[in-house]
């Protein structure tokens, strides 16, 4: 079966960096997309990787490796506004988009 | 209109009844697609149409069917709703299905059925 996995909640502190996981088992990879959607809002798209290696986008980054199944999303600099989940999903054989259950982020002062 | 607009916002339906969402996007996508989000759970695929005049099945289709007449338009039809029918419906569209497309989403419905 296909899967993906992420923890469910996660917690930092403003200012400070964290990083999200996610682990995948799917019928074909077509690339590895990370959304972000605040409560009661769609999501929206932050990243996108198909090859090895880190991208950098701002104070956002995400790193993928297929040979394990895993990537991760990390953020820099935490600001408040950052409290949201983060939704890790998985392009098919068929490139259709298998989610994650989504981690929720929590930001303290 | 700048995207993706669903309609309506929020509802809340007895069981049995017959209920359209409405998804329009102004991005000329051929690629569109309803998915439905429930707490604790990833967004699962209900339904997908790759180009207007085709539609397919996703993961969980049943109770559910679509149609894409147009480039612009694709409504999801519940035809007797039931309970386990409730949660947030989420409307996306890509320019193409394929691996490097980013899907954009509409602001969602928030369906009860009781």
């Known amino acids: 079966g296909q899967n993906i996995d992420q923890p469910t909640e996660m917690t930092a502190t403003e200012g400070a960096i964290v990083q999200i996981n996610c682990t995948y088992q799917t019928s074909g990879f077509n690339g590895l997309f990370w959304y972000q959607q605040h409560a009661g809002e769609a999501p929206t798209f932050l990243s996108y990787?198909?090859l090895d290696g880190l991208e950098e986008k701002g104070r956002f980054s995400s790193f993928l490796s297929r040979s394990k199944g895993y990537s991760y999303l990390l953020l820099k600099e935490l600001q408040m506004k950052d409290s949201a989940s983060y939704l890790c999903?998985?392009?098919?054989?068929?490139?259709?988009?298998?989610w994650g259950a989504g981690t929720k982020l929590i930001i303290k002062p | 209109i700048a995207g993706i607009t669903q309609a309506p916002t929020s509802q809340i339906l007895a069981a049995g009844r017959r209920m359209t969402l409405r998804c329009t996007q102004d991005?000329?996508?051929?690629?569109m697609y309803w998915y439905r989000q429930d707490l604790g759970l990833g967004l699962r695929l209900i339904h997908y149409s790759n180009t207007a005049g085709t539609t397919g099945k996703g993961e969980v289709p049943d109770g559910y069917s679509v149609s894409r007449a147009n480039t612009d338009d694709f409504p999801l039809t519940l035809a007797s709703a039931v309970p386990s029918q409730t949660s947030v419906y989420f409307c996306?569209?890509?320019?193409?299905?394929?691996?490097?497309?980013?899907?954009?989403f509409g602001p969602g419905t928030r369906l009860t059925v009781l």
């Open positions: 991005m000329r996508h051929n690629a």
């Open positions: 999903a998985v392009s098919d054989s068929n490139y259709q988009l298998i």
């Open positions: 990787n198909v």
């Open positions: 996306a569209s890509s320019e193409r299905q394929s691996e490097a497309d980013t899907q954009y």
